[in-house]
């Protein structure tokens, strides 16, 4: 046989090993984060449960769901183990406070303008800028009698002034 009719499966048996490496190395993580569980620490299960362990078992993990509600669960049925802050945010909705000089984006613009800057400090005497059309009076004569030949009769109610 010839090298390029084994290439194929050597392809194959090279991609299958590497998926099954990097499976194996997830669930070793998982298997970690499991046995890193302590009592007091914040958990999300697969269903998308958050609960706090009270009790790790060999191959169960007691955990408080609320107030008088206990519940076992299988160490395989455990998602996540989260960290405090992440575990109030979500649970308890506390945000954590932040001790960085970072840059807070505010919710609106109007705090992203100067104070001087603003349309309420400008002085009352300024002329107001009118966006619209201009009146008829404003207009030069010649425009004026222009457009009164080219404007079509006024349609009325019936009652017309010729008899």
Do not use: W
Not at 29 to 38: K, L, V
Not at 115 to 139: C, F, Q, R, T, Y
């Amino acid at each position: 046989m010839s090298l390029l009719t084994l290439l194929p499966f050597i392809v194959l048996i090279g991609a299958m090993f590497l998926m099954t490496r990097s499976a194996k190395k997830k669930q070793q993580q998982a298997a970690d984060m499991r046995n890193q569980m302590q009592p007091g620490s914040g958990i999300r299960t697969i269903g998308g449960m958050y609960a706090t362990v009270k009790e790790v078992n060999e191959d169960t993990v007691l955990v408080d769901a609320g107030p008088g509600v206990d519940l076992l669960f299988a160490k395989n049925a455990i998602g996540a183990v989260l960290t405090d802050d992440e575990y109030n945010r979500i649970v308890h909705g506390v945000e954590h406070d932040l001790k960085s000089d970072a840059d807070i984006v505010p919710d609106d613009a109007s705090s992203l303008t100067e104070i001087g800057d603003s349309a309420a400090d400008a002085p009352a005497d300024d002329k107001a800028v009118d966006l619209g059309k201009k009146d008829a009076a404003e207009e030069p004569a010649e425009d004026a009698a222009e457009a009164k030949t080219d404007a079509e009769p006024k349609k009325t109610d019936g009652d017309s002034e010729a008899k």
